[in-house]
């Protein structure tokens, strides 16, 4: 098992930047990669990025590319999402995730594991 605690959630205005942690703990050797998704009110989960474990490889979806980064610090088995400039349609709950297969999914289905969630609320 693998546990995910996410936190740097909160409220900023547009233009404003957040950095979100994810701490892993457990069998963390099992995982391959690290995904952050998220979910505003009525809509469906929605794929941010990933990174792989052991790699500095990453993968955005378009609408935060340019904006959001990932990275991590495996001595901690934390990863970071950097989100600068940011805009009201991205506020949503901000989650986690982390995936034992060497596929380095886009779609939530894929994951394994998954952190408690993080309230990220940016206001125009």
């Known amino acids: 098992q693998v546990q995910l605690v996410e936190s740097g959630g909160g409220s900023v205005q547009a233009g404003g930047s957040l950095r979100l942690s994810c701490a892993a703990s457990g069998r963390t050797f099992s995982i391959n990669a690290m995904g952050w998704f998220r979910q505003a009110p009525g809509k469906e989960r929605e794929f941010v990025g990933v990174i792989l474990w052991s790699a500095s490889t990453t993968y955005y979806a378009d609408s935060v590319k340019g904006r959001f980064t990932i990275s991590r610090d495996n001595a901690k088995n934390t990863v970071y999402l950097q989100m600068n400039s940011l805009k009201p349609e991205d506020t949503a709950v901000y989650y986690c995730?982390?995936?034992?297969?060497?596929?380095?999914?886009?779609?939530?289905?894929?994951?394994?594991?998954w952190g408690q969630g993080t309230q990220v609320t940016v206001s125009s």
């Open positions: 995730a982390a995936e034992k297969s060497s596929v380095v999914a886009r779609w939530a289905s894929a994951y394994d594991y």
